[in-house]
């Protein structure tokens, strides 16, 4: 028994058609189906079998080449397949999508149904397949293992002689517009005409001439009237200002998910994640699929699309690329019995139980909370729940004949009038309750939803298409205007920031991968903080690089796709109504407000038909041809099909105006492009456009090998994009003077880009895989790698390494840097194991790779995992990516680039675990004091948090320990308690280093410690710079400048031994103190996110308190011999100047006495603190209360007025210069802009 299908076509025709059916005569034997995954265990009747096209008609055409093999597998994706009386027959519906490499689409539209088995031959068969497979239960159960015999009748489900076997046959058309309902009514009721107990009036040939032949496709916004065998059929296309033709029902995805579910599935398919549906019915996979896809306006799915995967092609989830693929199911195997070749960027959609299993780190849709009350609203007002329901299809079109207001004012059956929110078991429903919540909060009343129009009761003209035909239309066009305003108001000023090329076409093509298309990080500035978690992943999508990639080459409305020229409109109206109530760049929800205008359109075309076709008639067959026998769908006359009319209106076009014509209407298909220029960009474009569905007409081991390579290339040019892209941000400035575009990268953007990092690894790693452990691929090669070391190391009696013993080292050792730590890759893994807060292999691979980038290992690391060649040999197949030696090889030398940059992705991230550090104290090589008799103490800030004081042992100097995150380390405090006889101590710098990313600060001090020695300080606060690691041989340096640094041993001595002072001019001390402010402003104009920390600024070298020293220090006066004086001394007497009784008598202008009254006030709240901070540490700490206060520009206009300066300085003095002063009050006044948050660590112990 060989099944078997038919075709028909012709280019100017609606349809193409196709009969799959079963050859009742000549056929000798049975062939059981290959499809991977048959279970031969199971019962024959439960087995399926080969299928095969029987006929088509035409038996070519020019422009739609047939693809026997690609038709029959989708026709019948699980083959063929027998069933007796007692089992279930109905006929089933379904529809399928083939998609060629150029991104066009045709659509197949199939009726299966059961037909009784005539041949002998067949039923004997399948009796011997009976007696074959009962026989070998039979052995099953009464071997010692089994359980007790359960007897042969369970079985024994065929006998042929009180049996009739009946076997499955569909028909199938093919259409290049998805017009769904028009192709069902057309099948449905082909098939009635064959199994109703009276024939039909005309043969079949006749109805399915005229639908291939002799009705055209309706012209863009017009409406068609055809006859069908029992009835007319209607079906209508938008205009060309509305939204693209879409025909498939939207409200049956919302009840089969929910509004909840579904939102979560949109956003997966915009930000291009992995994405399998999983249902038993083939026509749920299809609806889910081009609903979701079609939601997306004006984006378009870029990458793999098959909403049915045949059995046969289930290998083709191991691809390595973002898809969009739909799964049978048998109804009897759960999740968990699914084995799947990766899962870390999968979104697994169970259609059939309401339930979806999404990615780590989705994140939320903009204003999904309104957006969702919005959706919920348009579907209760066709009576169908938010929350779906378990019913589809018939079920739910009975729903929608009703609106809310019916079930509100039905008092017969208990409903009383009240919040469309409160009916249909809503009130458990969490999303729902929410919006209630909202609601009420707002003031908004969704008692609106009663009042709406009820077309069916205010239609003042006749519809021509059945009721519920209608309300689908409708509601399908509700809640696709909702969908595309979102985007509408999101990208509203999209165009500004499009980046146009000054390049020929030709060039642009050649160049494309290195060129930006959008200015992402100005666009992303402009956005609202709430939006930027899902805008700034979207941006990196090749569905939106593809987008902006059209708009770039279409200069005119005519050249434009559909899409983008709706879409660009209603872009225009918005900004127009934007002059008047400005609303763009608020995260204000913006409701859709033009859904009648659209609903309205669609029921004039179904009110008023526009065209009607010709009707059937009897086709010039010969006597006997064209029979009826009931219950059997007829071979049909191939030479009466095979060629078109030569005499009606339709036919009459000549040959250039049919061309014309078929090219006027693809223009007007979502998904298809014409343009010689769309074709050689999509064939440009990243991995996805060269592989849109797997090649289904040859399944030859050279055809997937090919295939398989497809991947590996594609895999490899997105991994040199990808590091290209990151480095090209990353470097910023520099990289914009070498000209590679953008220049700014945002904290989110980049932690975005690091993300879609891991998502590659984890889809190379997934590819080929033997078996699949866990749902990350990565995680899981590395515990293979790690169980197999440690089986061959046992470092007992081994120190952790990378830390360094007392023995090894003199606590006098000033030149002593911490050694970096050991590279490890187990070790890295143990720190991530570590980590409690990382709950699942997806999150541990993730931080792992974070880890490595932030200590430049990466490349070095996954060489090293895939040296083990044995283990890799071991996972994964011979045609993975992992085991094509030149393509990972380059792999690796793409990731290398990372070292050249730095990263902080796992400090910035993980703000909360906890971290080991390690901290050295350096004293002076000479004046080190090895008889130091005080208690030293250390507390240690960085941008997180900081420790608190922390005791170190003063016989080491060296301490280990643990505490939350601290981030990037910025300042430390260190002192003494002053006990014991020898209390002073000279300190050369402290090292702390984080002991799991190896990152090691140094924090420069030179200066003594002790009561009566340099300016009799016990504490100190350093700034640190991070210590650039030497190279090794492999790795390059980092190419980014160090951090600030606290002031150097240098700068210090003009207060140890003035004499030796640098000599500073007044220009070169006013250029240091333009350059200390033009740092803080600059530090202010960045992003939020990407500011360092301002104490660098402040206090690090030539920083702002180094460049206000180098003022007070200009025309200092020598002081005696012995005698130290400082800047404060100054200041203080200063103090006592302007406290003084005859101050405050002379009549001075009120500003200069608050000014006066602020200087001593901040003066006394610095002295009178309890830390031991010496006279150079209250001089830093009055200067950052004054830049934080906007006060230091006063202060110097007070001070150089001061009659104590004659006394403390010499005539040249800078700040006795009025001309110098003025110049340096104006720069100091542009901090005033500025709001100023100084570290804690700076200003403890101050109540101003």
């Known amino acids: 028994m ?26 000798t034997r049975m062939s059981e189906s290959e499809h991977k995954g048959e279970n031969f265990e199971q019962s024959p009747l439960r087995r399926t079998f080969k299928s095969k096209v029987l006929a088509h008609y035409p038996d070519n055409v020019e422009w739609s080449p047939f693809d ?251 691809a390595p690329v973002p898809y969009l693929m739909g799964l049978h199911s048998n109804g009897q195997d759960d999740r968990s019995k699914l084995e799947l070749p990766q899962e870390a960027n999968l979104c697994f959609v169970d259609i059939d139980n309401h339930f979806i299993e999404l990615p780590e780190d989705l994140p939320q849709f903009p204003n999904k909370l309104e957006f969702v009350q919005e959706i919920s609203e348009a579907l209760l007002a066709f009576g169908l729940p938010p929350e779906g329901s378990s019913c589809c299809g018939e079920d739910v079109s009975k729903l929608r004949g009703f609106r809310t207001c019916d079930v509100a004012s039905d008092r017969r059956n208990g409903n009383l009038a009240s919040s469309p929110l409160n009916s249909y078991r809503l009130k458990d429903n969490e999303t729902i309750a929410r919006l209630q919540a909202l609601v009420k909060r707002t003031g908004i009343s969704l008692e609106k939803l009663d009042r709406m129009d009820n077309p069916a009761t205010n239609r003042d003209q006749k519809v021509q298409c059945e009721e519920d035909e209608l309300q689908t239309h409708l509601l399908n066009v509700r809640l696709r205007e909702i969908f595309a305003n979102r985007f509408t108001q999101m990208f509203a000023d999209y165009e500004a920031f499009v980046i146009q090329s000054s390049q020929d076409k030709d060039s642009w093509f050649s160049n494309r991968d290195q060129m930006q298309n ?72 913006q409701k859709c407000t033009n859904i009648s205008e659209s609903e309205k359109a669609i029921e004039m075309r179904v009110s008023k038909i526009d065209h009607t076709a010709l009707h059937p008639h009897l086709l010039d067959m010969k006597i006997g041809q064209g029979r009826y026998e009931l219950g059997f769908f007829p071979r049909l006359q191939s030479d009466v099909l095979s060629t078109g009319p030569t005499g009606n209106k339709w036919a009459k076009r000549s040959t250039a105006a049919q061309w014309r014509r078929r090219d006027k209407q693809r223009q007007h298909v979502e998904h298809l492009y014409l343009d010689n220029d769309q074709k050689h960009i999509q064939e440009a474009r990243n991995l996805g456009t060269s592989i849109r569905q797997p090649n289904l007409s040859n399944l030859s081991p050279s055809v997937i090998a090919q295939t398989n390579w497809k991947f590996v290339e594609g895999l490899l040019k997105e991994c040199r994009n990808k590091t290209k892209r990151m480095l090209v941000e990353k470097m910023g400035r520099e990289a914009v003077e070498l000209g590679h575009g953008e220049g700014s990268i945002t904290g989110v953007e980049e932690n975005t880009l690091i993300a879609s990092l891991c998502d590659l690894l984890e889809r190379i790693w997934s590819h080929g895989l033997q078996v699949k452990q866990g749902k990350s691929a990565l995680w899981s090669h590395l515990l293979h790698y790690q169980e197999s070391k440690e089986k061959k190391d046992t470092p007992a009696g081994l120190s952790p390494p990378g830390l360094i013993h007392d023995s090894e080292r003199r606590k006098s050792d000033a030149g002593l840097v911490l050694p970096p730590l050991k590279v490890s890759l187990i070790e890295d893994m143990r720190h991530i194991q570590n980590i409690g807060e990382i709950k699942t292999d997806v999150g541990k691979a993730r931080a792992w790779v974070r880890l490595s980038m932030e200590k430049k290992l990466l490349s070095r690391h996954l060489k090293q995992l895939l040296s083990d060649e044995e283990l890799t040999k071991k996972l994964y197949k011979r045609y993975a990516f992992l085991r094509c030696d030149d393509e990972k090889e380059q ?32 004293p002076s090589k000479k004046l080190g004091g090895s008889m130091f008799t005080a208690n030293p103490w250390i507390c240690i800030s960085g941008e997180l948090s900081e420790t608190g004081v922390l005791q170190v042992p003063k016989n080491s100097l060296e301490i280990t320990f643990e505490c939350q995150n601290l981030g990037k380390l910025t300042t430390v405090q260190m002192g003494h308690d002053n006990s014991g006889l020898y209390a002073k101590w000279l300190v050369e710098c402290v090292m702390v280093r984080n002991e799991v990313t190896g990152h090691t600060y140094k924090f420069p001090c030179g200066r003594w410690l002790g009561k009566g020695v340099d300016d009799g300080s016990l504490e100190r606060i350093l700034v640190g710079e991070l210590v650039t690691p030497s190279s090794d041989n492999e790795e390059r340096l980092c190419r980014t400048p160090p951090m600030q640094q606290s002031p150097s041993m240098i700068r210090r001595l003009v207060t140890i031994s003035p004499s030796s002072k640098p000599k500073l001019n007044t220009g070169q001390i006013q250029e240091a103190v333009g350059e200390a402010i033009n ?170």
């Not at 078997?4 to 012709?10: A, C, D, I, R, Y």
């Not at 003084?1140 to 002379?1146: A, C, G, I, K, V």
């Open 1079 to 1248: 740092g803080i402003v600059k530090h202010f104009h960045k992003p939020e996110k990407e500011r360092s920390s301002l104490s660098l600024l402040l206090c690090g070298e030539y920083g702002l308190v180094w460049a206000l020293e180098q003022v007070f220090l200009h025309g200092f006066r020598t002081p005696r011999l012995f005698k130290n004086i400082f800047i404060w001394d100054f200041l203080e007497r200063a103090q006592v100047h302007f406290e003084s009784p005859e101050q405050r008598e002379l009549e001075q202008d009120e500003n200069w006495h608050t000014r006066a009254h602020d200087f001593c006030r901040f003066m006394r709240a610095v002295n009178s603190t309890p830390r031991n901070i010496g006279k150079d540490g209250k001089f830093q700490m009055l200067v950052c209360l004054g830049a934080r206060d906007h006060l230091l520009h006063h202060w110097i206009a007070l001070l150089s007025d001061c009659p104590i300066l004659a006394q403390m300085y010499e005539d040249v003095a800078m700040i006795k210069d009025r001309m110098l002063v003025n110049s340096l009050i104006r720069v100091l006044q542009t901090l005033q802009d500025f709001n100023i948050t100084l570290e804690a660590s700076l200003t403890k112990g101050i109540g101003i």
């Open 891 to 922: 792999f690796l030398y793409h990731l290398l680039s990372f070292n050249a940059v730095d990263y902080f992705c796992f400090t910035s991230v993980f703000t909360t675990v906890l971290i080991p550090y390690h901290v050295v104290v350096i």
């Open 2 to 27: 060989v099944g078997g299908q038919e075709f028909v076509t012709l280019q100017t025709a609606l349809c193409q058609y196709i009969q799959a059916t079963k050859l009742r005569d000549g056929a």
């Open 518 to 589: 959008f200015d992402k990080a100005s666009f992303l500035s402009d956005q609202p903080e709430p939006y930027l978690p899902f805008l700034s992943r979207f941006l990196e999508t090749q569905t939106f690089a593809s987008f902006i990639d059209s708009k770039i080459l279409c200069h005119d409305d005519e050249d434009k796709e559909h899409a983008l020229r709706v879409f660009d409109a209603r872009v225009d109206k918005i900004r127009m109504l934007n002059v008047r109530t400005p609303t763009l760049r608020t995260s204000i929800y």
């Open 68 to 318: 026997q093999d690609a038709v029959g597998m989708l026709c019948m994706p699980k083959g063929l397949s027998f069933r007796t009386q007692a089992d279930l027959r109905d006929p089933q519906f379904h529809s399928f999508i083939i998609t060629r490499e150029d991104g066009s689409r045709t659509y197949g539209f199939a009726l299966t149904f059961y037909e009784e088995v005539t041949s002998r031959q067949i039923c004997s068969a399948m009796q011997t397949l009976y007696h074959m497979h009962n026989a070998e239960q039979y052995d099953i159960l009464h071997t010692p293992s089994a359980g007790p015999a359960t007897g042969l009748q369970r079985f024994n489900s065929y006998d042929i002689t009180r049996d009739t076997l009946y076997v499955s046959k569909c028909i199938c058309l093919m259409v290049p517009l998805a017009f769904q309902q028009a192709c069902r009514k057309v099948l449905e009721q082909l098939h009635q005409a064959v199994t109703s107990s009276q024939p039909p009036p005309l043969p079949l040939e006749s109805y399915i001439f005229n639908v291939l032949y002799e009705v055209p496709l309706p012209p863009a916004g017009r409406s068609l009237k055809f006859s069908g065998v029992y009835g007319p059929v209607v079906c209508q296309r938008p205009s060309t200002c509305e939204l693209p033709l879409f025909d498939f029902p939207l409200g049956d995805m919302f009840q089969l998910l929910g509004v909840e579910n579904v939102l979560q599935l949109f956003t997966c398919a915009l930000l291009e994640f992995q994405i399998l549906l999983y249902s038993q019915h083939y026509q749920r996979l299809m609806t889910v699929a081009e609903s979701i896809t079609t939601l997306m306006f004006p984006f378009q799915w870029q990458h793999v699309y098959v909403p049915i995967l045949p059995a046969s092609l289930q290998h083709f989830l191991d």
